[in-house]
């Protein structure tokens, strides 16, 4: 158990619908990133909130946005969906924001788009 | 730009045989690596990390992995394999973007462990 919760686990909708998912960090982490693993395009960046304020953006659509709250809990909100956003979504979380801490990766959200 | 390779896509192995996973990087700076291990229906979790402390790390479920500045690598290896050990690894970089730093990861490579 990494101490990082995701909820919720399986989420199932239809096209053109909006998802939120919400993300719990470690006890003490200031850093929350979201990453998206697909078959197709592997495990990629998504977004970086450290302490309240978004730190950096990968490859995150215009459709999707996410917002990190004073209890810094985290949650990415997904809009319009399509049937290729239909993935893994995982939240991670660090203590601060140095090339060499671990994040800690929750147990993902499987979004299925019907 | 930083990014990993990992050859091989699945690797296959016998029980108590070498673990050999590949990973080679690009980097223009020295990077910080990581492997993580994703077991089925599950989150990911760290085996082990480089930080320019040791060229040899020694990480968790007895894998280690040296990182070589001349052949660009940070192969993983573990003596015997477990069946335990069957899952999927990925190889990741540190990558900065912005004053951040977030995980570039490889492709990665599943492991099937043969008993």
């Known amino acids: 158990d990494s101490g990082v919760t995701q909820t919720p686990k399986h989420l199932i909708t239809a096209t053109g619908q909006r998802v939120t998912l919400r993300c719990s960090p470690r006890s003490g982490d200031?850093?929350?990133?979201?990453?998206?693993?697909?078959?197709?395009?592997?495990?990629?960046?998504?977004?970086?909130?450290y302490n309240g304020e978004e730190r950096a953006k990968g490859n995150i659509l215009e459709r999707f946005s996410a917002q990190q709250f004073p209890d810094l809990h985290s949650e990415l909100n997904l809009s319009?969906?399509?049937?290729?956003?239909?993935?893994?979504?995982?939240?991670?979380s660090s203590v601060v924001d140095r090339p060499t801490d671990t994040q800690y990766f929750g147990p993902g959200t499987r979004l299925t788009v019907l | 730009a930083q990014s990993v390779t990992q050859l091989g896509s699945h690797v296959s192995v016998?029980?108590?045989?070498?673990?050999?996973?590949?990973?080679?990087?690009?980097?223009?700076?020295?990077?910080?690596?990581?492997?993580?291990?994703?077991?089925p229906n599950q989150g990911l979790q760290l085996l082990?990390?480089?930080?320019?402390?040791?060229?040899?790390?020694?990480?968790?479920?007895?894998?280690?992995?040296e990182f070589k500045k001349s052949e660009t690598s940070f192969h993983l290896t573990k003596p015997s394999a477990h069946m335990s050990d069957a899952a999927e690894y990925f190889c990741a970089v540190s990558l900065s973007g912005a004053g951040s730093y977030q995980l570039t990861f490889g492709k990665g490579t599943k492991l099937s462990v043969i008993p």
């Open chain 2, 14 to 39: 016998s029980e108590g045989a070498l673990v050999l996973l590949r990973c080679n990087y690009s980097s223009s700076v020295p990077p910080y690596l990581f492997w993580y291990v994703q077991y």
């Open chain 2, 48 to 65: 082990l990390k480089y930080t320019s402390a040791a060229t040899l790390v020694k990480g968790i479920n007895g894998f280690e992995a």
């Open chain 1, 30 to 49: 200031l850093s929350v990133y979201w990453y998206q693993q697909s078959l197709d395009q592997g495990l990629q960046f998504l977004i970086q909130y």
């Open chain 1, 80 to 92: 319009s969906l399509e049937l290729g956003d239909s993935a893994l979504y995982f939240c991670a």
